[in-house]
């Protein structure tokens, strides 16, 4: 474990607001990255957010619609359930289970990552939308068995963190209990994994062009624009790479974006700069720890709501509609 991120050194009124879970047990270890000054992915991420302005049009407005279609489903918001896994077993006493019903009651899509065979089954079980992220394993039998096993146990797409391929030290991620030594995967191996199967395929990780053509050509059906919660030092912010992706690759693959989106506005931001969809995983770490499901199913309607009251405030009746114009860049 890294030094800065040891429970004895975490200041949890700052960072965490000292939350406890159900049972009344302090969590004493923090998912958000601490700060790193300019090089923090993060504070990055956060500027670049803050740096948009929405541009309001009331004329001619109405209630929007928040409903996304997805690969022959309809869900209720595009704001998804991002990867909580490293922690989520320690956040609540039931662990992920909670995470996928509190999903499952808003009826959006959740992302799950570091899982076995067994919990994914949980996690279906439920009733959720489940989309394990495999983790890019050196051994490709391993990962194709992986994406065999979700496909067959009803997991609704299966991802992967192209990311997570390279150490910080630049080395390779040493094996562990839970997977295998990972590594770079190429486009070929991407094209694989996509054609071993017939569930949807979410590359994670995204942050150029380039990727996103490649995932293009892989036959990936949608791409995950993410510094995975500010690991990568000094990442461009996936919202600042988001409008040149989309042109890159117009409507062929579905983008979604990820790391910092902590309201609603946040997520209209990103919808209307080109995303199909948006994840949040840290904004709902407290409700979780306090109240389970049902906070994870709170936090998810309050934050639609937000999506809905700009939408209807920019006479963006649905999703179809976004306009890039609505949102405009600070230029002072």
Partial sequence: MNLEMDPKNVDEEK?????ERADGLKFGYTPYSLPSEKDDSNKITRECYDSYMIEYRYLDSKV??????????TFDTPIMVGGLSAVAPLLHPNGMVELAKGAAAMNTPSLYGYISNKEVEELVATGAKVIRIVKPQQDNDVVLAEIKHDEECGAFAFAMDIDHGIAPDGTLYHPTPDYGLLCPKTAEEMKMFCESTTLPCIVKGVLSVQDA????????????????????PCAVPPLYVLPEIREAVGNKIKIWVDCGITSGIDAYKALALGADGVCVARNLVKPYIKEGAEGVHRRLQELTAELRCIMSR??????????????RKKNW
């Avoid at 053509?213 to 990568?232: D, F, N, P, R, T």
């Avoid at 920019?314 to 949102?327: E, K, R, Y």
């Fill in 15 to 19: 960072y965490f607001g000292g939350a």
């Fill in 64 to 73: 929007a619609d928040t409903k996304m279609e997805l690969w022959g489903e």
């Fill in 213 to 232: 053509k490649k995932c293009v050509e892989a036959g990936a059906a949608a791409i995950l624009l993410s510094h995975h919660k500010g690991e990568i």
């Fill in 314 to 327: 920019t006479c963006t009746p649905d999703l179809a509609s976004m306009d890039p114009t609505t949102v």
